[in-house]
């Protein structure tokens, strides 16, 4: 493991000595009681609409006893950037940062002040890549007019001042001023242009192993996440969505719960029946009992055997083609040796821990949402135009939420609650079961891509040759028949082939998808990883070898491929029955590569190591790069072995954690993760790119381990006996 | 009326006897640090002390449990002291932490029986489901609060 420089520590901190994942030694702070280290509210949305006299931009408040208010402008899911950009803003701002408060920016506020915060959305790894530099610069600037108010009381030039720990120093004459003293006065101030940034070898506070400001709420119960907001008056709701996609109510029988005890009111939606009543589990056992009829259409005779079908058909259909180097066409039918195979993947969910849910309450000039979602500005449009108030007075306030993964990206249930609040006239409280969060999903594709590989006689691949067929999650990013989206870790692959393809056909069902951790990226890697492991056995060379050579341009790459071969032990023996597999990706500006160590017995897959080696560029915090590769394995590691979703008649058949089985203490490998950045300033997302390799080193090392190769996932239910 | 008693508290309760503990908990006493993951005794969030037992609360009707003694995450400690708590935040285990209180409360039940768990012991023992994967660190945070435990 590369530490990080670890260059100034306030006396304040706490310091620790750990020994980390890797072996090496760590230092770590903050760990100590709240005085020691930033602290974050177990309610963390800001108060709407109040302007601090001390708010010396949209990100940064000092209030009169030097309390630093760090405005976060993106969604706490558990990636740990609640902690990392305030972090990143800290470092520029030179403030203390046991007086840090981070808060929740404030969607309404992103509205009428025309994107202050950029985009609210998280997903796409983007929450310290793309807001990175943004609260840099919030941080630089305010720590500007600090020093230009300070100056200016003293009557001194700006340049024999300077800023640390929340103090501004006269460096001639040794006096100073706290933050708070200047905030008002420093609110007030233009500077000239804008401060330059640090350079990274400047870096005292990036990079620092800080512990996370939500740990300490989240080991007593205090942290609220959306499911566990009472506001006054409030009732309860509980709602079933036609069960097959697109379809609609056609009759439910009210009576039949009428005089159940709390029951308030049935509310019947398009395509959706809500129950309310005075408590969550009363309206859900009312709800469980109420008569329905569905209008399901054409769609409910639908199920997986066809949809698998039709998909694999798609591979023959006309496409468009996405990339094309060289001329595949002349080179193919040159080489010594060609190779072909045709893999899929079927639609997984994203079963969050946390179901989805929502408090809404609709007044009629405003509307206030209470939800722990990924994307707060786009849960403010449809708050807006589910109540038909306008946007400008719908408030978002964004709790803590319990996994996103993607799902908390398209806010259906915000949609949900506030039609029902509307309906009933009072804040409610709308849950949804683990058995809706399944069957209501917005999911991950099905895919199929069939591949074919042309050598030279000297097994040096010249051609490689996709078609691909997925389904686009969002026909607005459709152009000329392609979804980029739906081509991710295809098109922008970092192997270099003197001739390569990609044609795409898009193909969409009745079954709404989504963004699925790593969109794109997470069926296309397993795709990619496979085959390319497939070309190195037939051109008769070691899977890393063959790797190096296509990345022989790129020596970041094979940094990272150092680290891994020699922490994850490539090339030394393994015993019967044991395996190991690689895979390496460049994703959201990450390179990551793992190598996963099986071992199948009686056919029983146990994936027993996982050795994960990253360049991430400028590392934050170790800490949390350790933590999202670590839990982005596993959550991919979950789709490799378990994930599936099948349809019949039109709707989905699995409900819960018994039918959708997802990885366990069991069945989670020992991990290690290495992180090798390269220097220069590159903030390379992390939140991603550790679910995507996973499933082609697993799948990778069971054909090690037993000559098996898996084209398709999950991995559960396929033949394994008897090949080892 | 039914009788519990929660973190030392008494509470006479009207409510069906088939309402699930967990929904009790929430709805009528108001802790909420107890969560809700899939309402079938499969993931583990909902987990509480009955008795002194680790019990899946969400499916555990509230008329089963009269007279008991249930102790949730808040009540594990006034201060976040426990030892399982201490090496949850050493350990840096949660990332969302929605199945943390039932893992955290697991773990202590667990930890009560089997005081010195070997990693098989934990993987056949505790079952509770994290979606962020943080397998790894609680692992480690079992095998540490075990050690304080002991200590």
Not at chain 2, 32 to 43: E, L, S
Request: net charge neutral.
């Amino acid at each position: 493991m590369t530490d990080t420089t670890f260059t100034r520590l306030s006396r304040r901190h706490f310091i620790t000595t750990a020994l980390t994942a890797a072996g090496g030694f760590a230092l770590g702070i903050g760990i100590g009681g709240p005085a020691e280290a930033a602290s974050l509210s177990a309610r963390p949305w800001g108060e709407e609409g109040k302007r601090y006299p001390g708010e010396v931009n949209a990100w940064v408040v000092i209030e009169p006893d030097d309390t630093v208010i760090i405005r976060y402008g993106r969604a706490e899911m558990g990636q740990g950037s609640f902690t990392a950009l305030p972090q990143i803003l800290a470092e520029e701002l030179e403030c203390d940062w046991a007086l840090v408060k981070p808060e929740y920016a404030s969607a309404n506020r992103n509205l009428k002040e025309n994107k202050v915060y950029g985009s609210l959305s998280t997903g796409g790894s983007r929450a310290v890549r793309e807001t990175g530099d943004m609260v840099q610069q919030a941080g630089a600037s305010a720590r500007e007019r600090l020093i230009a108010a300070a100056a200016k009381r003293w009557g001194v030039p700006a340049s024999e001042c300077a800023a640390a720990m929340s103090k501004v120093t006269h460096k001639p004459t040794g006096r100073t001023f706290r933050f708070g003293e200047l905030a008002v006065e420093a609110a007030a101030i233009k500077l000239d242009k804008e401060p330059p940034l640090k350079k990274p070898d400047q870096y005292k506070f990036i990079g620092r192993r800080l512990a996370r400001l939500d740990v300490p709420l989240k080991i007593n119960g205090a942290a609220k996440y959306g499911i566990d907001l009472d506001v006054p008056d409030m009732v309860r709701a509980a709602i079933i969505k036609c069960p097959v996609f697109g379809g609609t109510v056609k009759s439910v029988d009210e009576g039949a719960i009428a005089s159940r005890r709390g029951v308030l009111r049935v509310v019947k939606l398009n395509n959706a029946v809500a129950v309310v009543a005075d408590r969550y589990f009363r309206a859900q056992a009312a709800l469980n009992a109420l008569p329905i009829e569905w209008e399901v259409g054409a769609a409910g005779t639908t199920d997986s055997a066809q949809f698998r079908k039709a998909y694999l058909d798609a591979l023959d259909q006309k496409g468009a083609v996405a990339r094309h180097d060289g001329d595949v066409d002349a080179a193919m039918p040159t080489a010594a040796k060609v190779i072909e195979a045709t893999y899929d993947v079927p639609i997984i969910a994203h079963a969050p821990m946390e179901p989805l849910n929502a408090v809404a309450h609709v007044q009629a000039d405003r509307v206030d949402v209470w939800v722990g979602t990924q994307n707060a500005d786009l849960a403010l449009t449809f708050a807006a135009q589910a109540s038909g108030v306008r946007p400008e007075n719908v408030y978002i306030h964004n709790t803590f939420s319990g996994g996103g993964f993607g799902r908390r990206l398209g806010p259906d249930e915000v949609a949900q609650a506030v039609a029902i609040s509307k309906a009933v006239g009072k804040p409610v409280k709308l849950i949804w079961t683990r058995e809706e969060e399944l069957r209501q999903g917005r999911y991950r594709t099905q895919a199929a891509i069939r591949f074919k590989a042309g050598f030279a006689a000297d097994g040096t691949p010249i051609a490689l040759d996709m078609r691909n067929a997925a389904g686009s999650s969002n026909p607005a990013n459709v152009k000329d028949g392609l979804d980029p989206q739906t081509m991710q870790g295809l098109i922008n692959t970092a192997y270099k082939l003197p001739n390569y393809r990609i044609v795409s056909v898009l193909k969409n069902t009745h079954v709404p998808l989504g963004p699925w951790r790593a969109p794109g990226h997470s069926q296309n890697v397993f795709f990619m990883e496979s085959f390319i492991d497939e070309m190195a056995h037939a051109a008769g060379k070691d899977p890393v070898a063959l790797r190096r050579e296509l990345l022989a341009h790129r020596p970041d790459f094979q940094q990272v491929i150092d680290l891994l071969v020699e922490k994850g032990d490539w090339g030394k023996p393994m015993p019967r029955g044991k395996g190991r597999g690689v895979a390496v990706h460049e994703s959201y500006d990450s390179i990551v590569g793992m190598i996963a160590e099986v071992a199948v017995t009686n056919g029983e897959v146990k994936v027993e190591r996982v050795v994960i080696a990253c360049d991430c560029g400028v590392v934050v915090n170790p800490r949390g790069v350790e933590n999202q590769l670590e839990g982005g394995m596993i959550y991919g590691l979950s789709a490799a072995l378990f994930g599936e979703i099948t349809v019949k008649n039109g709707r989905v058949e699995q409900g819960n954690f018994d039918t959708y089985p997802v990885v366990r203490y069991k069945d989670a490998p020992k991990t290690e993760v290495y992180i090798s950045p390269t220097p220069g300033k590159r903030w390379g997302g992390i939140g991603e790119p550790g679910a995507t390799m996973i499933q082609p080193a697993v799948t990778n090392a069971i054909f090690a381990a037993t000559g098996k190769r898996l084209r398709s996932l999950p991995i559960r239910g396929q033949n394994l006996s008897g090949a080892a | 009326m039914i009788n519990i008693k929660v973190n030392g508290t008494s509470h006479q309760l009207d409510v069906e006897g088939d309402t699930p503990l967990l929904w009790v908990l929430r709805e009528e006493i108001g802790l909420t640090g107890t969560k809700f993951g899939c309402g079938i005794a499969a993931c583990g969030a909902c987990t509480v002390h009955v008795n002194g037992a680790a019990m899946r609360s969400c499916s555990v009707p509230i008329g089963s449990v009269e007279g008991a003694e249930i102790i949730t995450i808040e009540g594990l400690s006034p201060d976040s002291q426990h030892a399982v708590q201490q090496a949850w935040l050493t350990e840096q285990v949660p990332q969302c932490g929605y199945c943390q209180s039932g893992q955290i409360m697991a773990t202590a039940a667990y930890l009560k029986i089997n005081p010195n768990p070997t990693d098989a012991d934990i993987d056949a023992n505790l079952t509770n489901i994290c979606r962020c994967g943080t397998y790894e660190r609680l692992r480690r945070a079992v095998h540490r609060a075990a050690a304080l435990m002991r200590a």
